[in-house]
């Protein structure tokens, strides 16, 4: 149950559909980022704001292409690791 007594329901519930649904757009995340404004210095401050130190681990779930990575490795420095996990391939290879 949502806000205001509102029921939800997850429509895309089928991991396969979603990671092929994913898979489609994954050369055009960048294009989404300019389509819809969202602003370069976003995923920077978002790193910044988890507070990673030098030789911490991080994982991002839901990675996607990767586009937080460099901000990550900044963040853990090169004794730090990063890890991504996405259910999309598309998205992953993007990522690699």
């Known amino acids: 149950m949502g806000a205001y007594g509102v029921q939800y329901q997850w429509v895309d519930r089928e991991r396969a ?3 092929q ?3 489609r757009i994954a ?3 960048g294009l989404f980022d300019w389509v819809f404004f969202f602003p370069p210095h976003l995923r920077r401050r978002a790193a910044q704001r988890l507070d990673a130190k030098a ?3 991080v994982l991002e779930i839901g ?3 990767g586009r937080n ?3 990550l490795r900044a ?3 090169p004794t730090g690791k990063v890890y991504g996990v ?3 391939a598309g998205m992953l290879r993007k990522a690699r």
Do not use: E, K, N, Q
Request: aromatic share 12%.
């Open 75 to 77: 963040a853990v420095g």
């Open 17 to 19: 559909f979603i990671a």
């Open 27 to 29: 050369g055009l995340i």
């Open 55 to 57: 030789g911490d681990r």
């Open 69 to 71: 990575f460099p901000h």
């Open 63 to 65: 990675c996607g292409t």
């Open 21 to 23: 649904r994913y898979d």
């Open 86 to 88: 996405d259910l999309s």
